[in-house]
């Protein structure tokens, strides 16, 4: 135990310099973790050993990351981007194939060789993604929710892949019947206990786990690590089954308040999925595949993207969404290596495959990498280039910003909805104005949503969950947090998520004033004082009316 201890600490300051070096090259820091799992490995120097912990901690961060994909996927958004999703996972999965399967033939690999390598192809990784589109917030944008949507589709070709290659053993047409009638009624199974947990019994629990943050966070956690448990045993994956817990709390209100929450977890968690990974690429069967790989490796950096945006751009998106959307699914997936390994066990292929697999998992994970992260400056290159793939009209764009457009933006975002907070909101709201109120007490949210005030949950010092926020064209933000530590890291927040209006800060103390002003507040309001001076001006003015009656009169 204590050796492991010792291993465990070794692999942490060990990624957390090479982490440092790549921040420093300006270089990804997945790509980083992913060469240190290479070298601490057996492929290179076999320091760590205890890599069952760390496959553990790497499948936990897995179901995490896809926890909090699926939170953030509402129902609104399945009915506009799933007809496109559906049509580019399945185009780019039926272009891969027939396209992969001509070259790696042609190639000089047998059928069922080239059958492997092809189906291998069309397998992006949706971790990786996810990651990267969630570090450049992305993961809401268009492109992004459409790229999840396909990739969705590709996890659940994944599923139906590895039963039809099982089944090629016995090569029983029956039992090929039989898998596919399996799979049909388990859907119908899966839709049907989600909709009853998420029409009845979630919001109840829920909002019961609310009542304490930590209790929250910890039910969040178990609720996507066991959703994840019963996908892989119910014969799905456990990608799949993180999904549908994140999904199952999409419509709770305090779906961004987990979010923000779970953010710091999912990064140290995934920080062991890619170490994982390099440490199980195996260079031993690599052997004369470096050319086969490189024309593969092209085909699937540049022809895959191209099939996402040709189908995109017939279905009426613009040029740049059909872009963004379809770089990410310019690299194979880790399930690739794992598909092929399957197809070693059952006797259909050689290692030679594996090691072919393996080199266009290498270059494609990594070149894709910074193509994602690069996406905005190789568009604007590459723009003159792809009109061929946008219609005279985009039509269907065009309705989907007036969908995502922040028309409806408020003018104030008042954080707090406390006495004082709520008071403030409602008159705002009174004089006029679109006012948008946050708070973090389960009770204070209830009660203010039943007297018709414009209310989100969530905790106004998580730079996420302020992310999640319409601050971009707010003109002001109130602050009536009760204290000067958590003015400091809302303002933090703000600050991170490059918010430019204006902030006024309710403050208990008049001695805070210079420290608020300091931190970036416009005006500091102090609710004794200008309760007073209200009082004060209300009273003068009646007073000194009455008076002029009176001296009138006589």
């Excluded at 009915?79 to 399945?90: D, E, K, Q, S």
């Excluded at 990786?128 to 996890?155: C, M, N, P, S, Y």
């Excluded at 490059?498 to 902030?503: C, D, E, L, N, P």
């Amino acid at each position: 135990m204590h050796q492991i201890f010792t291993e465990f600490s070794l692999l942490l300051i060990i990624s957390a310099f090479a982490g440092m070096i790549a921040i420093w090259l300006k270089q990804p820091v997945l790509i980083a973790y992913i060469v240190v799992g290479i070298v601490v490995g057996p492929a290179v120097l076999g320091l760590v050993g205890a890599h069952d912990q760390i496959d553990l901690l790497a499948q936990v961060g897995v179901a995490v990351l896809l926890f909090v994909v699926g939170l953030k996927l509402d129902l609104q958004h399945i009915r506009h981007i799933g007809p496109v999703a559906l049509a580019t996972g399945l185009g780019q999965l039926t272009f891969t194939i027939i396209f992969g399967f001509i070259l790696t033939y042609a190639m000089g690999k047998s059928p069922m060789d080239a059958i492997y390598v092809a189906v291998a192809l069309t397998f992006s990784s949706t971790i990786i993604i996810v990651k990267l589109l969630t570090d450049k917030r992305e993961i809401d944008a268009l492109h992004g929710r459409i790229a999840i949507g396909f990739l969705i589709v590709q996890d659940l070709a994944v599923v139906i892949a590895m039963m039809f290659m099982s089944t090629l053993k016995t090569g029983n047409e029956s039992e090929l019947t039989e898998v596919f009638i399996s799979l049909a009624l388990r859907l119908a199974v899966v839709a049907a206990v989600m909709y009853v947990l998420m029409r009845y019994l979630l919001p109840k629990i829920v909002a019961r786990m609310a009542r304490s943050q930590e209790l929250l966070l910890i039910f969040a956690i178990a609720w996507g690590t066991s959703f994840a448990a019963l996908g892989e045993l119910y014969g799905f994956s456990k990608e799949a089954g993180a999904f549908l817990a994140g999904f199952s709390l999409a419509s709770s209100v305090y779906r961004d308040a987990i979010s923000a929450r779970l953010t710091g977890i999912r990064d140290f968690l995934l920080l062991f999925f890619f170490i994982d990974l390099g440490s199980k690429l195996d260079f031993s069967t690599l052997g004369a595949e470096v050319w086969p790989a490189a024309v593969l490796s092209l085909f699937v950096l540049i022809g895959n993207p191209l099939i996402v945006m040709g189908i995109m751009g017939y279905m009426g998106y613009r040029k740049r969404t059909g872009f963004l959307a379809g770089l990410t699914v310019a690299q194979i997936s880790e399930f690739s290596i794992v598909f092929v390994a399957m197809g070693i066990s059952l006797g259909h292929v050689g290692v030679d495959v594996l090691g072919l697999t393996t080199i266009v998992g290498l270059v494609t994970i990594a070149l894709s990498t910074y193509m994602i992260l690069y996406s905005h400056p190789l568009y604007d290159r590459l723009s003159n280039w792809l009109s061929i793939f946008e219609r005279k009209s985009p039509y269907k764009e065009l309705t989907n910003d007036s969908i995502n457009s922040k028309n409806n933006d408020p003018d104030v975002i008042v954080f707090g909805a406390g006495r004082y907070g709520s008071a403030l909101a409602s008159g705002l709201q009174k004089a006029g104005l679109d006012v948008l109120t946050v708070d973090f007490d389960p009770e204070n949210y209830k009660r203010q949503q039943r007297k018709g005030l414009n209310i989100r949950y969530g905790d106004g010092t998580e730079s996420d969950f302020i992310d999640s926020l319409p601050i971009k064209n707010t003109q002001w933000i109130v602050s009536t947090l009760p204290d000067i530590t958590t003015n400091k890291s809302l303002m933090h927040a703000l600050k991170e998520n490059h918010y430019h209006g204006k902030i006024a800060i309710v403050a208990r103390e008049e001695i805070d004033k210079p420290m608020l002003n300091k931190l970036g507040a416009t005006i500091v309001l102090y609710p004794i004082f200008d309760a007073v001076e209200y009082a004060v001006a209300s009273l003068t003015t009646e007073i000194s009316a009455e008076k002029r009656l009176k001296n009138e009169h006589f």
